[in-house]
């Protein structure tokens, strides 16, 4: 019974410490905030949109109805138990259970792993900041072009903008969402020059 106890003040402790967001961004998945949530490709099945929705405190896929807290989904994401997914994200995340001491080896690869989660969490920020400029860019650009009316209209600078510049726009965004981490990277890059040349 007392072990009972003190593997759900583990879990607790771990649910409690790690967010689900924190965890699907360590384990590779890159989210991308819609509205007031974040959503993924479902790692559980074959998703081709985002289907995945995160909330704080559980994961739930429309797709396939893959459901459960941050524990579930590591459990899940690496086919292991409750139990080990506990451990897991409690050595990820540098959190230190009751009766557990990290050896030197694993607080060097706990600092590693804060400063690499750091670095992503920026790349993660950035990256969710470009794409929703791009939506909203490639949106005000579809209206240009919608509110032409006269041959006279098609000189005006806004709409020569529109036409140069929104397939350059779509084709970032579908680098985005498809591109290896490379190009995805690359994208930010150009991005970011293209505002300051337009200052």
């Known amino acids: 019974m007392t072990s009972n106890f003190i593997v759900a003040d583990k879990f607790q402790e771990v649910k409690t410490s790690v967010t689900l967001l924190e965890a699907i961004e360590r384990y590779g998945l890159n989210p991308i905030k819609k509205g007031s949530r974040y959503w993924a490709l479902c790692p559980f099945h074959a998703d081709k949109n985002p289907s995945m929705a995160i909330y704080d405190e559980a994961y739930h896929c429309y797709g396939c109805q893959a459901h459960g807290d941050v524990i579930d989904f590591t459990a899940r994401y690496f086919n292991i138990t409750p139990l080990e997914a506990t451990k897991k994200l409690a050595s990820d995340f540098g959190i230190r259970l009751e009766g557990s001491k990290p050896s030197k080896e694993a607080q060097r690869k706990i600092r590693q792993k804060q400063e690499l989660d750091k670095l992503y969490k920026e790349y993660n920020k950035k990256f969710n900041e470009v794409y929703d400029y791009l939506c909203r860019l490639n949106q005000l650009y579809q209206k240009i072009k919608q509110a032409i009316e006269t041959p006279e209209d098609m000189d005006i600078p806004e709409f020569v903008e529109a036409c140069h510049m929104q397939d350059i ?17 690359q994208v930010l890059k150009e991005v970011q020059e293209w505002k300051q040349r337009r200052k």
């Open 169 to 185: 726009v779509q084709y970032w965004l579908n680098v985005l969402l498809d591109g290896n981490i490379k190009e995805k990277i």
